[in-house]
């Protein structure tokens, strides 16, 4: 079955695949001593910068908490956008793990702004407050928008003039930069940490977390395993980051779901019924759906509803996403509309 | 390079590869609603017993940590081998995460006893104690050695009956039922939550814990994903456990592992100057080994030191450990000699 | 000095004082087994219901994150009003402390309803979301405002009907009770947990959490000692709680502050300048205070600013509060008026 | 009831007491910004050293707690006696609460050695290993014996000199200066963060945590709420340290507590069934007893068995012990010897 549900339903990019099935060859150290590992954590300070230090964990949550987890103390506070995922999609594990508290930020496309994280920014020295000293951004959001560098760079400037970190949700990180037009460290440059993803872009599994500040390097590791998150046989992780980083395969993963989502969001125009809801700008189409034709057309091609009280949708692309899905698609709902009209 | 450093720096089993490319088909659904996952879950219901629910998480870890956090309330304490991962090999994860005590037991090759786990059982209903709720046991132990199912049912006898849970550390399960000659709920009928290992039997990476008590069972889901352990693509980690149970494949693992260390002892046996330390029953060796041999041996056969002290070192099998290996292993050491005598 | 900032700020009550006085006798053993404490739990069952088992605490944010803690698992969640001191005073402890997640529910005039209840009542069985299982009341209202029985029994309905716990942060509860004119269980029959405030009601220090189910009062003494709660010489908080039930202490207290409220309520109507924001139901008056005569009244009375935006103010009263006091308050506002008209 | 179980059996000392009544005049400001605080502020480091910045709690697990969670990350951990509070009589609170591993050193006569902390001190850099940072000992030990300058020098140089912190439970700290015969910086010099005990010295209930690095001086105060351990009305416990303070009356509470206790040690010495088990230099007489006298002399002064297996029993003294108690306890034993001789 194919369809939009989600990037983490595609299947392991080929060549990802590929570089699994080679790294499976010998005796290789575990916890990251191996050469693929070394291979990969070149690529990856060739493309961001030597600045930064990666530590290869197993999933996007993880990813999170860690980046939170190692750069702050317990009385901290983050400022993130209200349908981030490390709000709202996380059961709790900043809260738990980290033991910090999370400042839910109204967002506006799922973007916060200056704006918003001033108006968190309070109480600074008052014992009885969670004190304010990261936020945390989604790029891109979870609603398939980007932020454009002015806007990043006006967020990372307020952060730097306050003394705040700032942490990149980097789940689809290229794909932002194939929207920006730009290269990895155009973004990377704003951040302190960023959580790097593979999973949705073509992985079987496997993030990385990226650190700049030196001493929070150093110590990163111990973090790592502390929280559940070393893998033994890290080589199968990091040949995928070896090999996604060889030869643009990120960036023609990125280009391909981009390109996929410009494809379905030009059909879904076209289809009468169909409203889309945000600018589409990475790897997601959000639209309002007709409930009546809602169980039918998930039946071929599945796909979310994304709030139930509009039935607004969330149609993603992945690195497998096809022209003949993107038409099925369509086509299927031309015939709906056929069959039962509006 | 090859060599007996460990079962994690082992390859991944062809069969286990096989599922993985396999299972690169189609869109599956995320977060364990996959095909695969419900396969795996039938089999290892339909191998330890249905009264168990698995749930596969990335690492053993996250496995021995889920399972404290899942099953107690923080001021409880684990009674578990001095010995053991638990407590000295996961850089304080139960503790930081699960938030619990571990008192380590002394341990006689490995393993604890009845005794130990009564003198650990103090000072109950004191509220300036934390109270002992779960022994934890590791089977296989940590030296390779095998607890009897009389030792088990010991045990299990004295916490059952004291309201105490047993918790197994299965990271290498199928050694022991390979060195008991009996069947998974053989062992598995004496515990209360169970650690089942994958990872270092042949798997890229996986693990599963199985529940017993329904309740728990119930809410494991939750305590997993904040726990950082819901893997995205669930079906490349179940996709493997699927396997690993067809055709016997997890006793055909088991069974030439730990029939690569009984050769591997009788070789070391022969080898003048290394000493066997304690009786072979899974998948290591644990020798003496002369210092001034030490570097030569590990440039052609990779192993580690266990004790920096006395120059104990371990020798791991695995499913990929050949006779060849072994046979090398012996010559290098017997040239060794020759060159340099004792 | 005097004032109207806290009845943190106010002395102990000259009963409670001497109640320690008198408590500072003979050796007692410690840790919550001298005759003081019996005397206080009997007290306190013959007064909300022999159902429930009090346990002595330090301070108030102990008393609230006790009673999450000790009440529910990690991955749930918590619904309270966005202006609660669960949410906003407490420095991430409910966070950090019982690993739980606060949703923040917005309120009118300090209280919640059921209808915002349910809205946070989202995702249920959802492993990626924490699951609500516990609502949070202030009663009164950090805004001075008191849930009338029906608004409680709404609420307490709702959440039973749900499978949700109901807690009270209860740091002013008799100040309800005067209000309602109602006796304790009238409002505590509605609820799970109670945090019984001591501190702001003349206690030197000292609050109780009131646990009503069995299983949970069982093990209560545990999560207090670990929670670092538990008072080595308890005599001294408990025998003020065995004093403040007697001869009807608690309900003079009460019936003081409440009434001086009401009191500098009306005296604060007659303030030209002054605009009273809520309607005083307990021992606090919210008004809008212009800022140019803020530093000098606040030289001579204390009061704090609630909100720099709107230079709203908060003047609380207390135990020990004077008519001599309010006229006091009353005149200078009057004399600035004529000093530097509006 | 008078006898020898714990100090924290004993009184309020008069003094202190007319301190708290004194401290409750007039409104003052809460969270410790009163002036009683401030007193107690400069008194402290008026004997301690200005290097120290006091910060004041409600009990010793918490003063203990907060040592550890405000200087060390969640990888690292404690080393501390086998018998020490923080490893026996905390419920788990540094692991729950702190998220740090403790490590238990064998002790001798309940100090621990270089040598000791030396052999904790492995597996450095090693990600699988908590990172031992910290040493916490306790001056006067759980066993009644002192360190001497020597003792404390030796561990001192080693830890600083490895880069470890140093932390004193300070329970008792002045009866350690008078048996040293010393000041207070003669002691605290060596060390990093001391929990200064007030309830065992005659106080009704607090204690201060004492921080040197100044970086965490600045953000202890958060830590502190956080930790459930801000005061509101703090002027009741800074009074206490601002009079304990005055006029020496901290030398007068320690200086009688050891009198009596080497008092009393000398009257077991010649009670011909008891037999004195360490060396007597604090508050605190070590003796075994034999157990058909035990019930008996319970009844009239109680004492706790500190060790059910030897009949080892513990026999505190106080502030507020008197020559009349020991020669009571003494006569009392003298009768039942002759009642039931050995």
Redesign the interface.
Known sequence: ???F??D?????HPEL?AA??EA????????GTDDWTESANKKIKSIFGTEWQPFFV?????AN?LSL?SHL?????IACADVSHLN??????P???A????I?LKSHLGKISVDTIEEARIRLGD?????LKMVSITQPTELGTVYSLEELRAIASYCQKQGLLLHLDGTRFFNACINLDCEAPDIARFFDVISLGG??NGF??GEAVLVKNPERAK?F?????????????TR?ISCQFARYFTNELYLKIASHSCSMAKLLEQRVHEIPFMEILYPVESNAVFARFPKKFLKKMREKY?FYVWDENDFSVRLMTSWDTTEHDIKGFYNQAVELTREAPL
Do not use: W
């Open positions: 079955m194919r369809g549900g989600s983490n339903h595609a299947t392991v695949l699994i099935n499976n060859i010998n005796h290789a150290p575990s916890y197993f999933n996007g949550t993880a908490v987890g103390e317990s009385f901290h506070s709202v999609d996380e059961c709790g594990a809260e738990k793990i033991g910090v508290k999370l839910s014992q009885h407050f969670s004190q999973t949705k079987m599994m110590v590791k111990f973090f790592r395993k502390q929280y559940l998150q070393l893998p033994s046989k199968f599945f």
